[in-house]
Nanobody, 116 residues
Framework: QVHVVESGGGTVQPGGSLRLSCASSEQTINSLTVAWFRQAQGKERKVVALISSIAIATWYDDSVKGRFTISRDNDKNAVYLEMRDLKSDDTGVYYC?????????WGQGTQVTVST
């Protein structure tokens, strides 16, 4: 079974930056499109960024475009999300998974809180 671990979250002030990491226990994820999902309290989980298997293509939700950058390192079975100019609406639990998501690949997520 694939284990996915997200890390790098924290509490920052508006305008701050964070770098999230997603580590997979298997190389299987390297051949798949991977997405970062955000789940705000009381809301459904949504894709905020995704990256194709060999990092040729990326996509961003309009709410994060120009502020977030997704990348991957297949040698490390890892996917990253650089977040800058963070806003209060970015608050939530961030997960990585394939896109479409695989039910067995959900990790615990990492909490990002943007607050004064």
């Amino acid at each position: 079974q694939v284990h996915v671990v997200e890390s790098g979250g924290g509490t920052v002030q508006p305008g701050g930056s964070l770098r999230l990491s997603c580590a997979s226990s298997e190389q299987t994820i390297n051949s798949l499109t991977v997405a970062w999902f955000r789940q705000a309290q009381g809301k459904e989980r949504k894709v905020v960024a995704l990256i194709s298997s060999i990092a040729i293509a990326t996509w961003y939700d309009d709410s994060v475009k120009g502020r977030f950058t997704i990348s991957r390192d297949n040698d490390k079975n890892a996917v990253y999300l650089e977040m800058r100019d963070l806003k209060s609406d970015d608050t939530g639990v961030y997960y990585c998974n394939t896109n479409p998501p695989h039910p067995n690949y959900w990790g615990q997520g990492t909490q990002v809180t943007v607050s004064t």
